[in-house]
């Protein structure tokens, strides 16, 4: 599985961005899907995950009910829509993929990263 991540950039606190992640190979669709992000001398941290039917979502507490994670099973690709962006959230934001049922908060539990955009929030 191939994964290519997109969207990143530079916004105002309290903007929003969309990131996007294609997934291509003929299994992509059968993983789950999670966002990680990782900033400037900090662990990569989990933000964001969607199961492989798209049934349940999960969301780390510093992002809950400002992201939401979406999947086009059609198109093979993965959104975070990232609202009230806040200057702690500049990081580089990764997709992974995962075999696991219930998409892991656990880096070690993905098998697949793409390559991170960048998200900065200016105060």
């Known amino acids: 599985v191939q994964l290519q991540a997109s969207g990143g950039g530079l916004v105002q606190a309290g903007g929003s961005l969309r990131l996007s992640c294609a997934a291509s190979?003929?299994?992509?669709?059968?993983?789950?899907m999670g966002w990680f992000r990782q900033a400037p001398g900090k662990e990569r941290e989990f933000v964001a995950g969607?199961?492989?039917?798209?049934?349940?979502?999960k969301y780390a507490d510093s992002v809950k009910g400002r992201f939401t994670i979406s999947r086009d099973r059609a198109k093979n690709t993965i959104y975070l829509q990232m609202n009230s962006l806040k200057p702690e959230d500049t990081a580089v934001y990764f997709c992974?993929?995962?075999?696991?049922?219930?998409?892991?908060?656990?880096?070690?539990?993905?098998?697949?990263w793409g390559q991170g955009t960048l998200v900065t929030v200016s105060s």
């Open positions: 992974a993929a995962s075999r696991a049922i219930d998409p892991p908060r656990n880096k070690q539990l993905y098998d697949f």
């Open positions: 190979g003929r299994t992509a669709s059968n993983y789950g």
């Open positions: 969607v199961t492989k039917s798209s049934g349940s979502t």
